[in-house]
């Protein structure tokens, strides 16, 4: 099971994008029915969080303890903390929300002239 922020983070990310109710820290991302375009929309998620994560390295680490080691090697040399899965939610909410409301106030300004 998850033990730390990044492998829960990352594992809640999994379960979601493969449609799983668990899965291990040592559980092979294409051994859980995982392939290229669910590892494009993984990356996409993580990459908001982990702003440094290459696509060549999530095949190079296909689990979430490799994963996890290596995101967390990479914030420890830059001095980040990791967010937690709902913190992340959150703020991809709000600025999908903020998005949305400069769209409306654009639109509004185009039907009052």
């Known amino acids: 099971m998850p033990q730390t922020e990044t492998e829960i983070l990352i594992a809640?990310?999994?379960?979601?994008?493969?449609?799983?109710?668990k899965v291990g820290i040592n559980d092979?991302?294409?051994d859980l029915g995982g392939h290229s375009l669910l590892m494009v929309q993984i990356h996409h998620k993580l990459e908001k969080i982990f702003s440094q994560l290459s696509m060549v390295e999530m095949f190079?680490?296909?689990?979430i303890h490799s994963l996890?080691?290596?995101?967390?090697?990479n914030l420890n040399?830059?001095?980040?903390?990791?967010?937690?899965?709902?913190?992340?939610?959150?703020?991809?909410?709000?600025?999908t929300s903020m998005n949305q409301q400069r769209q409306l106030r654009s639109q509004n300004r185009l039907l009052s002239k």
Request: avoid cysteine.
């Open 28 to 30: 092979n991302f294409f």
């Open 77 to 95: 040399e830059k001095s980040v903390s990791v967010p937690s899965y709902e913190q992340s939610h959150n703020r991809h909410v709000r600025r």
């Open 12 to 21: 809640a990310i999994w379960e979601k994008i493969l449609q799983l109710e």
């Open 60 to 63: 190079k680490y296909p689990t």
């Open 68 to 73: 996890a080691k290596r995101l967390t090697q």
